[in-house]
């Protein structure tokens, strides 16, 4: 919708130890992951870009991305653009979210929510298990994440897979895909505005 942009391949991954528990896992370490936006960013910049925006949504590659921008622009000059498309829904879910605080993280409500506008017919609320974050009993801490908009006050290490044996962390049977493409419809307005003030840089 900025026709003033160019979309580069996305790239497919990135930091999730996180998810070690579950089969088909592919992550990297930090240092690889740093390195290949380094070598993709660089290699724009090598061509002539001078604004270079990273849209990320993973949690655990939202703060190794903080860091590379700002490493980015100490070597290279350039100021990166960083994006977390989940923050750029917040206000808008919640004016319409259904589930209660601890409903909302990974393949919670948002999400889910998002994949049902994007992939019609493929996702079965039949028996979709719902597992409402309970920071204390989920991981050890009462000061830690409460909900995607909740992060707490301390992060500690975890394997989703021990207290989120399906993978849900939160309540998917409230998802749906009109909400899916009012999320969507907030996350494309504010990154067009992002990116419209970025260009001006």
């Known amino acids: 919708r900025c026709p003033y942009t160019l979309v580069a391949p996305p790239v497919w991954w990135g930091v999730s130890g996180s998810h070690r528990g579950f089969s088909g896992l592919l992550t990297l370490r ?18 002539g870009f001078s ?15 903080q860091t590379f921008v ?30 209660a605080i601890g409903g909302a993280a990974h393949a919670g409500e948002l999400e889910t929510s998002l994949q049902m506008h994007f992939r019609p017919g493929r996702v079965d609320l039949d028996e979709v298990p719902v597992h409402m974050l309970d920071p204390k009993r989920d991981f050890g801490l009462s000061s830690a994440t409460k909900d995607m908009f909740q992060p707490g006050e301390s992060i500690v290490g975890y394997d989703i897979s021990e207290s989120f044996p ?36």
């Open 166 to 201: 399906e993978g849900v962390m939160g309540d998917p049977s409230v998802a749906t895909p009109e909400t899916g493409e009012l999320l969507f419809e907030a996350i494309v307005k504010k990154a067009c505005v992002i990116c419209d003030e970025y260009r001006e840089l």
């Open 70 to 99: 700002n490493q980015f622009m100490e070597g290279y000059g350039v100021r990166l653009l960083q994006i977390n498309y989940v923050n750029l829904a917040a206000e808008r879910f919640a004016e319409i979210r259904k589930s």
């Open 30 to 47: 930090v240092s690889t992951f740093t390195a290949l936006l380094e070598d993709l960013c660089g290699s724009l910049v090598n061509q």
């Open 51 to 65: 604004k270079i925006g990273l849209i990320v949504g993973h949690a655990t590659n939202k703060p190794i991305v």
